[in-house]
Structures are given as C-alpha cells and as structure tokens.
C-alpha cells in the first residue's frame, strides 16, 4: 500500500514537471520566434508595398491622388 502511495507522488510530480517544462518552452519558442523575425525585418529604406486605398475613402476628384 506504502509503495502504492510513493508511485502515485511519482507520477505527480512527474506530471507537474512536464507541465512546467513544456510552459517554459513554449516561452523560450517565443522569444525564438520573435528573434527569427528580425531577421526578416526589411532592410533600411524598403518600404513594403502600402494597401492601396479603397475607392470608398475617395470621392471621384481625389482619383488622380492615387496615381
């Protein structure tokens, strides 16, 4: 019955411990990811191409503004 007992706290802690382990590594993927990123960032000067406007924020004289 004691040994009985002692498994079970094994598996407690057990379970407690992959709990925290796979919370700690989801933060330390985080924080990979967000150092992967950078290095995606757009060099100096590069403008990513802007969302056009949609026509619905122009009235029809304002059209030449999106040439």
């Given amino acids: 019955m004691h040994q009985m007992h002692q498994m079970h706290q094994m598996l407690d802690n057990f379970f407690f411990f992959i ?3 796979t919370f700690d590594n989801s933060e330390e ?9 950078s ?8 403008l ?11 009235s029809r004289k304002d059209e030449h503004l999106l040439q």
Wanted: a negative charge; charged letters at 25%; proline letters at 16%.
């Fill in 19 to 21: 709990s925290t382990m």
């Fill in 29 to 37: 993927q985080l924080q990979l990811d967000e150092q992967d990123l």
């Fill in 39 to 46: 290095i995606f960032e757009e060099p100096e000067g590069y």
């Fill in 48 to 58: 990513p191409p802007q969302p056009k406007p949609t026509f619905q924020t122009f």
